[in-house]
Structure formats: structure tokens, C-alpha cells
């Protein structure tokens, strides 16, 4: 399963870097995606909100409308990591960030629905407040 880190608390306004990262499997060759859910939400089926998605290789990149402009995908595969970098956070953007692997490339322009993606992580809280 991959493995989050970085969440906490941020200000609204602030900035955060989240981590991912897969002990025991390579995530070159890996398409990656980060959802956010509801505290307490994490069950398997339930609903989760797309952030963004990022392609094997960096060829491509996804974001939500709502993130767009504000948060930025990347990835590190030396590091065997992916990134989200939560800029300008607003208090919507709180929440649960889990990450997943996306089996097979979507679209370079929709986020994937959810039941494509496996591997989740546990997740990592994110709370916005002033």
C-alpha cells in the first residue's frame, strides 16, 4: 500500500507539502493520484473527492477545478515519492488526503473516478483553520 505524510494544520492562506510514498514497490512507471475525503470517511466505497493525477514519467498532470492554480502534482522517482504542494489553502481544501495508483491512464484532462485507483493509502489529515 503506498503511505502518506505531511499533513497538519495550516492557516488559511499557508502552505503544505504532502508526501507519498510505496515501501516495498517502485512507483516509476506509476500513474499516481491524491483524493481527499471527510474526516472519519476513509472506508472502502466511500465517496472521495479527486484532486489530482500524475502520469508515469511526469507526461501528464490532472488537477480538480477547485485546486487548480492552488496545488501542483510532482513526483521524485529517485525518491520514489510524489508530492502535493497545497498553496494558497483555502478552508475547503480540509480533509483526509489519501493517494492511490491509478492502474491505467485516464484522460489528460478529467480526473479518473476512484474505483480505477488501488494501493490506498491510509491517508493524511489536513486541517485548515485560523
Known amino acids: 500500500e503506498l503511505v502518506e505524510s505531511g499533513g497538519g494544520s495550516v492557516q488559511p492562506g499557508g502552505s503544505l507539502r504532502l508526501s507519498c510514498t510505496a515501501p516495498?514497490?517502485?512507483?516509476?512507471?506509476?500513474?499516481v493520484g491524491w483524493f481527499r475525503q471527510a474526516p472519519g470517511q476513509e472506508r472502502e466505497g466511500a465517496w472521495r473527492e479527486g484532486v489530482a493525477v500524475i502520469a508515469r514519467r511526469s507526461e501528464s498532470a490532472v488537477y480538480s477545478p477547485s485546486v487548480k492554480g492552488r496545488f501542483t502534482i510532482s513526483r521524485d522517482d529517485a525518491k520514489n515519492t510524489v508530492y502535493l504542494q497545497m498553496d494558497n489553502v483555502e478552508p475547503e481544501d480540509g480533509g483526509v488526503y489519501r493517494c492511490?495508483?491509478?492502474?491505467?491512464?485516464?484522460?489528460?484532462?478529467?480526473?479518473?473516478?476512484?474505483?480505477?485507483?488501488?494501493?490506498w493509502g491510509q491517508g493524511t489529515q489536513v486541517t485548515v483553520s485560523s
Open positions: 492511490a495508483r491509478l492502474r491505467a491512464w485516464y484522460s489528460d484532462y478529467v480526473l479518473p473516478p476512484h474505483d480505477l485507483f488501488d494501493r
Open positions: 516495498g514497490f517502485p512507483l516509476k512507471n506509476t500513474n
